[in-house]
């Protein structure tokens, strides 16, 4: 049995895709998964399967919920690798943002410099975006178009939320 992260994309913002956690967590028990933990209200969900294919998750919650999400899981090994390849370990974990994206983007470097701040660092090691956003990312032009700059389906999480999950899947 191995022990996986599960990120949402896009739930429970602004009133729209709401998916509460506690259901979330007796959904995925009565699926047969085992020891489900959540984090926060954005869909971030720690627990151990033997499966290999999670489709039949978003098939469950869009029965239950009426909306098909975006979601990716990730072993705890590949979950780890994108923290250990963390370049910006000597900054405050809310400016820290991780992407982990659906699969493999080609950075359109054009569009990346034209929306990035001067204040933003990024940088790309496999399917994980890492940005560096010291003024924080609610106003931020990158992040409002990341996904037009990797090509691909991307889910965002703080250094501080990625750091917190680390530490529940190591407790399970």
Known sequence: MKTYILLFRGINVGGKNIIPMKELKSLLEGEGYES??????????????????????????EKKFGFSPELLVLEKSEFEDALSFNPFTLYEGKTVHLYFCKRKPILDKKKLDFFAADTENYKLHGSVFYLHAPNGIGR???????????GVPATGRNLNTVLKLQGMAENL
């Open 36 to 61: 489900v933990n959540t984090y926060i209200q954005s869909g971030n969900v720690v627990f151990r399967s033997k499966a290999k294919s999670f489709k039949d998750i978003t098939l469950k919650v």
């Open 140 to 150: 931020s032009k990158l992040v409002s178009n990341l996904e037009l700059c990797l």
